[in-house]
């Protein structure tokens, strides 16, 4: 046998270079065991590591400015989904009133008439893959810009609005009130109004995005109801040009919302790990309780995530574990509703040698962190303010046990 004094200095020193290399990288490995020459000995231990430390963001989930739907965070730091059709609705002069003469001059009358429009709603699609979940607005707003170049003091009316749903359902709304569009006094110019349409006009509004539709479209009505004789002579193509925009803040009741991200879980395939902690943070920077839970999961050919393997949190006995994870209560408040103080969660778990040894022959090669969010079944059913800055901080550190021999 070698020099026993000799190795067991050698042993020491190897134990400390793992412990001290392993636990600043998240790939670790145990074949410095393979290359140590002695006579067969023992060797118990563990070593740590961070694994994970990411934010969760709710903006970053949301579709951006080059989508028909987008987010925007206003000077106030809240989140607005915003929607903008431009030249939606461009009627006509002679389209609204076909039964003149054109051109006419200055001091003809008009006789009253009615024109109305059915949106395409094609032109109308929604970004459709936003989020897992609805999103239930406080005050949703449509406001309808028009840039009037026809010298008729004219009505504008929304008389139907139609919310097409993924599955092929639609609802449709009535607004029964009319609005009136000033009319240029000079030819080439044109007058700005501006028709807002929110739950005030239209009070289920709020309840029509939830969850947002696929699809909207817009029965339109304009015209005159009196005979109006013109300010200018008029050819007959002068226009109502309409811009259709649609403000969603998030000033919201929230049903699942969910917010995913994963990253690569590389830790060691040697079956000399017998068991793992995992020690986890969560730190929910958000109004409202969330739910939160880890997967493991294997890698598909294209380097993607695959098949779920395990999950951490699965004792649903543990008061704050359910089947969909760790429960995070709300963030701190101040009187207007705004996060002051994050909500910390520090949770140890531990992963058994049966579970370690399933995560290592199955491949487990990729973490998946499930955020999910839900006011929907609160007990006032509360509407809370979503800020740009609001995040769900996770961070993850490893602890693993092995047992191995020099012989091996």
Same mark, same amino acid.
């Given at each position: ?7 067991f ?18 790939n670790?490995?145990?074949? #410095? ?20 430390n990411?934010?969760?963001t709710?903006i970053n989930?949301?579709?951006k ?22 030249d ?6 002679? #389209?609204?009133?076909?039964?003149v ?6 001091g ?14 094609s ?10 979940g609805?999103?239930?607005f406080?005050n ?5 810009h ?11 009316k ?7 749903? $993924?599955?092929?359902t639609?609802l449709?709304h009535?607004?029964?009130?009319e609005?009136?569009i ?5 030819s080439?110019?044109?007058?700005h ?5 929110d ?7 709020? #309840? ?21 004789a013109l300010p200018?002579?008029v050819?007959?193509?002068e ?12 000033d ?7 917010m995913?991200? $994963? ?31 880890i ?6 050919a294209?380097g993607?995530?695959?098949?779920i393997?395990?999950?951490a949190?699965t ?6 574990i ?6 995070l209560e ?9 996060v $002051?103080?994050p909500?910390e ?12 040894q ?16 839900n ?19 996770v961070?993850i550190?490893v ?6 021999s020099?012989?091996?």
């Amino acid at each position: 046998m070698k020099n026993p004094i000799k190795f067991f200095i050698s042993a020491v020193l190897l134990f400390v270079v793992i412990f001290s290399v392993n636990s600043c990288r998240k790939n670790f490995s145990l074949r #410095e065991f393979d290359n140590l020459s002695t006579d067969s000995i023992h060797f118990e231990g563990s070593f740590a590591a961070p694994i994970v430390n990411t934010e969760l963001t709710l903006i970053n989930f949301l579709p951006k400015k080059d989508s028909s739907l987008w987010a925007e965070v206003d000077d106030n730091n809240l989140i607005h989904l915003r929607m903008y059709y431009k030249d939606m609705f461009n009627p006509t002069m002679s #389209e609204i009133y076909p039964g003149v003469p054109y051109p006419v001059i200055t001091g003809v009358p008009i006789p009253a008439d009615t024109f109305a429009i059915q949106t395409d709603t094609s032109k109308m699609k929604v970004y459709d893959k936003l989020l897992s979940g609805k999103l239930f607005f406080r005050n949703p707003s449509i406001t309808f810009h028009i840039d009037n170049y026809i010298p008729i003091v004219t009505f504008f009316k929304a008389d139907t609005l139609t919310f097409h749903q $993924t599955d092929g359902t639609a609802l449709s709304h009535t607004s029964v009130n009319e609005f009136t569009i000033a009319a240029p006094a000079d030819s080439g110019t044109s007058v700005h109004s501006d028709i807002v349409i929110d739950t005030t006009e239209v009070p289920v509004l709020a #309840e029509v995005f939830a969850p947002v539709p696929k699809f909207i479209s817009f029965y339109l009505s304009t015209g005159s109801h009196t005979n109006q004789a013109l300010p200018f002579g008029v050819d007959g193509a002068e226009k109502m040009k309409v811009d259709i925009d649609i403000d969603l803040p998030l000033d919201a009741r929230l049903d699942t919302i969910i917010m995913t991200d $994963t990253m690569n879980f590389n830790i060691t395939n040697d079956t000399r790990v017998k068991s793992a902690t995992l020690k986890i943070k969560f730190e929910n920077g958000f109004p409202i309780d969330g739910l939160a839970q880890i997967y493991f999961t294997d890698t598909t050919a294209v380097g993607e995530s695959g098949n779920i393997i395990d999950s951490a949190f699965t004792d649903t006995n543990h008061l704050n574990i359910s089947e969909e994870g760790w429960h995070l209560e709300p963030a701190e408040t101040d009187a207007q509703g705004i996060v $002051t103080v994050p909500h910390e969660s520090d949770i140890l778990i531990f992963i058994d040698q049966v579970r370690m040894q399933n995560l290592i022959q199955r491949h487990a090669s990729k973490i998946i962190i499930r955020g999910k969010l839900n006011t929907y079944n609160a007990a006032s059913g509360q509407f809370i303010k979503i800020l740009g800055d609001y995040t769900m901080g996770v961070q993850i550190a490893v602890k693993l046990d092995f047992e191995a021999s020099t012989n091996q």
